[in-house]
């Protein structure tokens, strides 16, 4: 699986494009430089009246191309081969002190003729015989042909662990040998042992300069098992974590601000501080506290980051309980309100705990962290327990338009599409006029390839709110994706003249004219996006290193857009697989591979997981081909690319 295989599946269209005059080109000189089989020459049909034809050859003559002095050798040759036979049977019986008696050359012979019976003997599926045969022969003669030849009789008797013994002999002599590699290979994955099956498959076809079809096919078959075994296993056994703050952010914006009001506020009960506050009736303090809560707030990490897989550690945990402790801020309604500051402040997991926290304490806002925890829940790829705490939210918040969007989300992803729609309808029931519900019933509908009807929900949503950026992103795409090229063009215009400011904008753009093959026009727009981003948008960045790399031929330049993509948004997932990339092009395997291994810890489903390993694994047979052939690491470098 290449990189643009797997892209594909993610669906960046602008990497797909930017790739694919590669690979074309890749398969144009395949077909231009493969040899044709020739044509076999096509027998002569014979007549009817031919068939039946008598001869008028007489009894002593003879077919074409026979004489007296042909038959005379046949009969040497026959004698000659009963010779060897004798001497064949006579040699089976030497002991090793005979055996080291005999002149080298004669040893070397003598092995020969026992091999040739060996194959014989392989020929007519006789393996004990052949292996009594090929064992004699290596006694006489250490040969890795030998050994590959009894290797071949061990995997036909289904005795794995002999084939690798004798696979390995022969690699010690000859580590080159592509058939032992190969026979090796195929004894390793019957045994389980996939990795190293893989290895000697890629060394194999490496050497074999990609002349076997079949050892290519056998990669890319151990490649999905492997990936597939350890993304499984990965998964299985990991701590469920967020994905960047990035995707969150992007996610949480998808949806419209929510006025927060006390929910179990109906006989006017009012929260402890407002009331303090009411009372005072002192702006200037009011602003104080407000002030002193966003002081407490950054004090509790003072000294303790959030590291760059955007995990926190337990002890930062609890030292937000102890903050609020010592604060005395007890209830459900103070952790409710710091994990609405921590929201706004892009410190994930903490309000995560923090809205954990208000819904153990019974907060008033019971049903809105019912559905922050379920959305970040959701985003750990825990839909379960997600589905969980929005059921509870629905029963104390019936008319929670949020809540039927979400689940339908998850419904899709779930592959039950029929419930999804329900839940968009009931939706639409409770508030025909929720822009939120047309703009990801939208993007449902993108995402499962109906364009048309993508298109209406987008315009919808731009109907009911003509503020919202995205909308406007996926309706040009959408349009695009149509085939209404002008439409989606036009759509474009108009969303850079809403919002001239938008990063987004200019990069989208950007990414439509490189489909185009309008490359400068594009790096333009790259260049806007990159100038208007607030050092929260690496995408621009990404996208100038692809066109460098693919179109323009610059590598050099590429990683360093790269670089400066990472350190805007190290998690990014498309940031970490085009660093490979280039890293593998240049040559630089162990360091590519790092950059895999560090976007797999955040890649959020067992599908996704699966594609980057392989991907990985790919890396990493040949770092280990490197290591084991040093003096062939030379010919890595189109493999890379």
């Not at 200037?284 to 966003?294: I, S, T, Y």
């Not at 050092?535 to 790269?562: I, R, Y």
């Not at 280039?582 to 040559?587: D, K, V």
Request: hydrophobic share 30%; aromatic share 10%.
């Amino acid at each position: 699986m290449t990189v643009k295989d797997y892209f594909a599946k993610q669906d960046y269209k602008f990497y797909i494009t930017a790739s694919a005059t590669v690979v074309l080109a890749g398969v144009g000189l395949y077909y231009l430089m493969t040899p044709k089989t020739p044509k076999s020459p096509k027998t002569p049909k014979t007549s009817k009246t031919s068939k039946h034809k008598p001869t008028n050859r007489s009894k002593k003559s003879r077919p074409t191309g026979t004489s007296e002095t042909s038959s005379t050798a046949g009969r040497d040759r026959t004698v000659k081969n009963r010779e060897e036979e004798a001497e064949i049977e006579e040699f089976e019986k030497y002991n090793t002190e005979q055996i080291n008696a005999l002149p080298i050359e004669r040893r070397k012979s003598a092995s020969l003729l026992l091999k040739g019976r060996g194959n014989n003997a392989f020929g007519h599926r006789n393996y004990d015989t052949a292996i009594r045969l090929y064992t004699q022969a290596l006694v006489f003669n250490e040969d890795p042909i030998f050994y590959n030849n009894r290797a071949a009789c061990y995997y036909n008797k289904n005795e794995f662990d002999k084939v690798i013994e004798d696979c390995n002999n022969a690699l010690q002599m000859d580590p080159y040998y592509v058939k032992a590699l190969n026979r090796r290979a195929m004894a390793y994955e019957q045994t389980s042992c996939y990795e190293e099956s893989l290895h000697d498959y890629t060394a194999a076809c490496i050497i074999d300069e990609f002349k076997n079809e079949s050892t290519a096919t056998s990669i890319d078959r151990l490649l999905k098992k492997v990936a597939k075994i350890k993304a499984q296993e990965i998964i299985k056994n990991r701590i469920k974590r967020l994905p960047s703050t990035k995707f969150i952010s992007s996610y949480l914006d998808s949806f419209r601000k929510e006025t927060v009001k006390d929910e179990k506020d109906e006989k006017g009960e009012k929260d402890e501080k407002d009331e303090k506050d009411e009372k005072s009736g002192n702006d200037e303090h009011e602003e104080d506290k407000e002030n002193n809560e966003n002081k407490e707030i950054n004090e509790i990490n003072e000294n303790n980051e959030i590291n760059e897989n955007n995990e926190i550690n337990e002890n930062n945990e609890n030292k937000i309980n102890d903050e609020i402790e010592d604060s005395d801020k007890k209830t459900g309604n103070d952790f409710f309100k710091l994990a609405e500051k921590l929201v706004k402040q892009q410190r994930y997991q903490e309000a995560m705990k923090a809205y954990e926290d208000a819904i153990n304490f019974d907060c008033k806002n019971l049903a809105k962290a019912l559905n922050m925890r379920g959305t970040f829940t959701y985003l750990m790829g825990d839909s379960q327990n997600a589905l969980i705490d929005f059921q509870k939210a629905l029963e104390l918040k019936p008319d929670y338009v949020q809540i039927y969007v979400k689940r339908a989300t998850i419904y899709m992803e779930q592959g039950n599409k029929d419930d999804a729609w329900e839940e968009f309808e009931e939706a639409i029931k409770i508030n025909p006029t929720d822009p939120d519900i047309y703009y990801h019933r939208g993007q449902v509908y993108f995402l499962d390839n109906d364009f048309d009807k993508a298109v209406k929900e987008y315009q919808r949503r731009i109907e009911l709110d003509s503020d919202f950026i995205f909308a406007y992103i996926q309706l040009s795409i959408a349009q695009y994706k149509n085939n209404s090229i002008t439409e989606g063009m036009k759509t474009f215009q108009q969303g850079l003249q809403k919002f001239p400011k938008s990063a987004e904008m200019y990069n989208y753009y950007g990414e439509m004219l490189a489909d185009q093959k309008r490359f400068d026009e594009a790096m333009e727009q790259f260049d806007k996006a990159a100038d208007l981003q607030q050092e929260n948008f690496a995408l621009p960045f990404v996208n100038k290193a692809m066109l460098c790399f693919h179109v323009k031929g610059d590598p050099a330049q590429a990683e360093e857009l790269c670089r400066r993509a990472l350190e805007i948004e190290p998690e990014s997932d498309i940031a970490n697989t085009i660093m490979s990339e280039i890293l593998l092009a240049r040559g630089n395997l162990e360091l590519a591979l790092r950059y895999l291994e560090k976007y797999q810890e955040v890649a959020r489903t067992e599908a996704e997981l699966q594609g980057i390993l392989e991907y990985a694994e790919a890396a990493r047979s040949h770092i280990t081909f490197k290591e084991r052939y040093p003096q062939l690491a030379d010919r890595l470098g189109p493999i890379a690319r």
